[in-house]
Nanobody, 123 residues
Framework: QVQLVESGGGLVQPGGSLRLSCAAS????????MAWFRQAPGRAREFVSA????????TYGDSVKGRFTISSDNAKNTVYLQMNSLKPEDTAVYYC????????????????WGQGTQVTVSS
């Protein structure tokens, strides 16, 4: 399984921006789904966004559409999540995940996970 390492989390004020990074230990096939999930205390892990390395597919959860953007730098085996107009309800641990095959928004379908990075949106 590919190893994933997230970075870029932190404390930001409402309305601010952060960019998360997910570095993969190796380049997976172009058809691999690279995804971001998040989990707030006491809540289930929630789908945020996903893409393929080939960038021919991207999708977003309803709560982040229009505010978050997923992208990749294939030369660096890195996927990014640009988060703008952050709200307190975006506060969570953000996880990077990878899977082969078709897209799923269900966390249990993903075989590779990073350790997570904390994002806190507060004034």
């Amino acid at each position: 399984q590919v190893q994933l390492v997230e970075s870029g989390g932190g404390l930001v004020q409402p309305g601010g921006s952060l960019r998360l990074s997910c570095a993969a230990s190796e380049r997976t096939f172009n058809t691999y789904i690279m995804a971001w999930f998040r989990q707030a205390p006491g809540r289930a892990r929630e789908f945020v966004s996903a893409m393929t390395w080939s960038s021919d597919f991207t999708t977003y959860g309803d709560s982040v559409k229009g505010r978050f953007t997923i992208s990749s730098d294939n030369a660096k085996n890195t996927v990014y999540l640009q988060m703008n107009s952050l709200k307190p309800e975006d506060t969570a641990v953000y996880y990077c995940a990878a899977k082969a095959g078709s897209f799923h928004s269900i966390p249990g379908r993903y075989g590779s996970w990073g350790q997570g990075t904390q994002v806190t949106v507060s004034s």
